[in-house]
């Protein structure tokens, strides 16, 4: 079957995200003798789009229309949902990121197709078309079967490997039938904080709780993130407290997460915390209470005062990159 | 302004999570429901604008008798009705077109849901919803202010922070910041006996998914502790160990 990926972009640039859901599109794809279509809405230049066939793109879709250079959701659903009935496409891949969820159930809506969202398995079609997904904010999963003719996946990032799968780029512009009516929302203002990983898709994430006694402390959570290059999180009390802004906020009523590596200083562990986190492949938890139920969760711990130990994991961390 | 408000009824979040029927049903047994954290944003944020501006907020639920001292809760916490369509609540897209059965011609201005249901995180009703009824669909805002028929909000994006304004009508879903939920008083709880609260039957549409097993998480396998004197190791672990760093 036809598989088209929704090839999000930022700014002319493919995140991450985006060839984590081409590969996983390019392995329906091959497994049921489709194609491997990617679409792309704004204005990208060639050397990037490219970049799509080194994961397996057969074809790759250009609409270049100004007019979709600001993300509008009913503008971009509608020229998605209309590729996908050119190109014949069974089964629709976006990531689920704020961007790809805005427009996922416009686009399901519009093809009338069954959505699942916050996929983490590839579908197992031996029976029907089944997929698993995260419930219950990381406290369990379920596995979804979708029957419809056309099914929309909006999967995880950060759960699917990129691999690479070489072919010829070939791009095909195409005009979209959009008028001024499909753009009701206007943006004001974007602001975008530059040179921060997006919490939703850093491998690597420093964690800070109540145990840290007050935002003037953050240098210990900010500088070990530095040094590895993660994003840094925070418990539900820091952000209601202001210590931290409420989009670092992890958790059932938070972001939920799954990076590659977790850790938490001076978090307890509640299961509201955990929820949000606990698909992290590693955790590590400090704290100085031995009896800390985020001990449960973690992978590895520290029984220690953050404020001692810290330091010395921080240093350790930029020693790494001499 | 008429405000539609979705409330969805979810398991409180201490909730422990299990499964019954070879693990193919929620346990609810001992299991404490609310409504969805989210949602309970959404309703005090149209409590607000009406407040101002005076209408009416009407909240919809999708979901079987079970359901209804949730319903109540949020005419005690201030809507003015309640409509609950008597169907389970399976997936989002059946939600939102029973959402959508009932808010065609109602002439709401303004329809808010929660950002995702803390139960099946599927976040999909305010886009389908949105789409179904020929309408924006703005998600996870942070604030709104109305003024004439058209709505500012913030939302919350990929990596940043967006204002956008949208003519009303328009779907939006509710993000935490967007307000601090009410908690209803003594005389909000007295007054909800006596709002209307109206059961519709769902409209005979067909499910195009259904969830056929639930399964839990591994558990860890157990803490590596280490000493907190030896704290700088933890990099080397997870350096030449693991390799994850
Ligand atoms: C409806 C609802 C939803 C919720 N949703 C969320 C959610 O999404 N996310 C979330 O995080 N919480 C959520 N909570 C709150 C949750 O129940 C906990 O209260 C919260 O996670 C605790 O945050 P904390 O661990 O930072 O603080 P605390 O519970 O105060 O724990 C601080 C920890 O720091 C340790 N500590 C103290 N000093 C030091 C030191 N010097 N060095 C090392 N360790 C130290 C202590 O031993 C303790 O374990 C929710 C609660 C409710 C009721």
Not at chain 1, 153 to 169: C, E, G, S, V
Not at chain 1, 266 to 290: E, R, T, Y
Not at chain 2, 23 to 28: E, I, L, Q, S, V
Request: proline letters at 4%; hydrophobic letters at 45%.
């Amino acid at each position: 079957m036809n598989v088209l990926i929704f090839a999000e972009q930022i700014d002319g640039h493919f995140k991450k995200s985006t060839f984590e859901a081409i590969t996983y599109g390019n392995d329906i794809a091959k497994t049921t003798a489709g194609q491997t279509i990617a679409a792309v809405l704004g204005k990208v230049d060639n050397a990037h789009l490219s970049e799509l066939a080194n994961y397996g793109a057969d074809k790759i879709i250009h609409v270049n229309n100004d007019k979709l250079n600001a993300f509008v959701p009913e503008a971009y659903a509608k020229v998605v949902a209309e590729i996908a009935s050119k190109e014949n496409a069974s089964v629709m891949v976006i990531s689920n990121t704020y961007t790809g969820k805005s427009i996922a159930g416009r686009v399901a809506a519009k093809l009338k197709a069954g959505i699942a969202s916050g996929v983490i398995s590839a579908p197992d079609t031996a029976l029907g078309f089944k997929v698993r997904r995260g419930v219950f904010s990381g406290k369990a999963f379920a596995d979804v079967n979708i029957t419809s003719s056309i099914k929309v996946l909006a999967i995880t990032p950060n759960t699917f490997d990129i691999k690479q799968d070489a072919k010829a780029a070939n791009i095909t512009e195409m005009t979209a039938d959009v008028s001024d009516s499909d753009f009701v929302t206007n943006i004001i203002e974007l602001n975008r904080v530059t040179g921060k990983i997006p919490l939703t898709e850093a491998e690597v994430v420093v964690s800070g709780g109540r145990g840290l006694k007050g935002p003037e402390n953050w240098h210990l959570i900010e500088d070990l993130a530095t040094a590895l290059g993660a994003a840094t999180a925070c418990s539900k009390p820091v952000s209601d407290m202001h210590w931290r802004p409420h989009s670092e906020h992890v958790g059932q009523t938070g972001i939920t997460i799954k990076p590659n590596l977790y850790i938490a200083v001076g978090i307890s562990g509640a299961i509201q915390h955990l929820a949000g986190v606990s698909s992290s492949k590693v955790i590590v938890a400090i704290n100085k209470d031995p009896e800390a139920p985020f001990f449960k969760a973690a992978d590895y711990g520290i029984v220690g005062d953050a404020f001692e130990v810290m330091p010395k994991i921080i240093e350790a961390a930029k020693a790494l990159h001499h | 302004m008429k405000i539609l408000v979705c409330l969805s009824n979810v398991p409180d979040t201490t909730s422990k999570i299990t499964f019954t029927d070879n693990n193919t049903k929620f346990n609810t047994a001992g299991v404490q429901f609310i409504i969805n954290p989210y949602d309970e944003l959404a309703l005090t944020k149209a409590l607000e604008i009406t407040e101002k501006q005076g209408g009416s907020v009407t909240t919809i639920t999708v979901g079987l008798a079970e359901t209804e001292p949730s319903i109540r809760k949020g005419l005690a916490i201030g809507a003015t009705d309640a409509v609950r369509v008597n169907a389970e609540a399976t997936d989002a897209y059946f939600v939102a077109e029973q959402i959508a059965a009932y808010a065609k011609g109602e002439g709401f201005d303004l329809i808010l849901t929660g950002r995702e249901g803390i139960d099946y995180n599927s976040g999909q009703v305010a886009g389908i919803l949105g789409e179904m009824l020929g309408l924006p669909s703005v998600n996870v805002i942070t604030s709104i202010e109305i003024e004439n028929d058209v709505a500012t909000m913030e939302r919350d994006i990929d990596g940043g922070r967006e204002k956008v304004s949208c003519k009303l009508p328009l779907v939006a879903s509710a993000q935490k910041e967007l307000t601090e939920p009410r908690i209803p008083n003594m005389r909000g709880i007295m007054a909800a006996r006596s709002k209307p609260l109206k059961v519709v039957e769902a409209t005979g549409s067909e499910k195009n998914s259904a969830t056929v097993a639930f399964d839990l998480p591994p558990a860890k396998s157990g803490v590596k502790l280490i000493a907190p004197e030896d704290a700088a190791s933890l990099i080397g672990i997870l350096h030449n160990d693991i390799k994850i760093i």
